[in-house]
């Protein structure tokens, strides 16, 4: 493997990680999302270096383009929730650490160490490279995987339509942001409702005047 090859994929391999720790550890929540923007992209980067380049624009188009901004959205929507005051660590958060890395090398101790590591043979000056095109992707998904594809259309439906009705009653129950001339029109009425409930009527004056005293 060319070096300059395997120092770019290290660097961006590290830059990775260390997006993926940042979007667990900032506590403002929209720092939170732009670092997993910022993940996104190194990903796509490495499928381009991997020499697939439809994996790499789907990475760009769906996750960057679609998920990170419906993240966005969300977080716009719960503007007054940006997680800064929130607890970052409990007590306990060394109990935690220690399961994930117990997870973590439970998983990749056996692959690691039983994996046969087989590089693939070069073709041959007069065979084309096997590479799989979006035809080919696209074949697979209406034949081989046309049950997991329907489902998750499925799934993603149904959870547009929940985020549709959860920010449909969210704008309903939030105040409404009155302009300017309404805003001076509501004042002006509840001026003059105070005014009419400080001020006696007339009926109440005149009786007030003409009661007789008592001896």
């Given amino acids: 493997m060319n070096i300059v090859i395997m120092v770019i994929f290290l660097v961006l391999s590290a830059f990775t990680l260390l997006a993926g720790v940042m ?6 929540i929209i720092h939170a999302a732009l670092w997993l923007i910022a993940s996104f992209f190194t990903v796509a980067a490495m499928y381009l270096l991997m020499e697939a380049e439809f994996l790499a624009i789907v990475q760009v188009l769906i996750y960057v383009g679609a998920i990170s901004i419906l993240i966005l959205f969300a977080i716009m929507l719960t503007r007054h929730v940006t997680g800064e005051g929130v607890r970052q660590l409990y007590q306990r958060w060394w109990i935690a650490l220690l399961v994930a890395a117990a997870l973590f090398g ?5 692959t690691v160490v039983n994996y046969s590591w087989n590089t693939v ?3 041959a000056p007069d065979q084309a490279a096997t590479i799989s095109s979006s035809v080919q992707i696209g074949t697979a998904f209406m034949r081989e995987y046309l049950l997991p594809f329907e489902i998750a259309s499925v799934l993603l439906l149904v959870a547009l339509i929940g985020a549709i009705v959860i920010a449909y009653e969210e704008r309903s129950a939030r105040r409404q942001v009155l302009t300017l001339a309404e805003e001076v029109a509501l004042r002006q009425q509840r001026g003059a409702s105070l005014l009419n409930a400080a001020t006696p009527t007339a009926p109440d004056a ?3 005047g003409s009661a007789p005293s008592q001896p």
């Fill in 121 to 123: 043979p070069p073709t």
């Fill in 206 to 208: 005149q009786h007030t």
């Fill in 106 to 110: 439970l998983l990749i101790a056996p």
């Fill in 23 to 28: 979007v667990v550890t900032v506590k403002n």
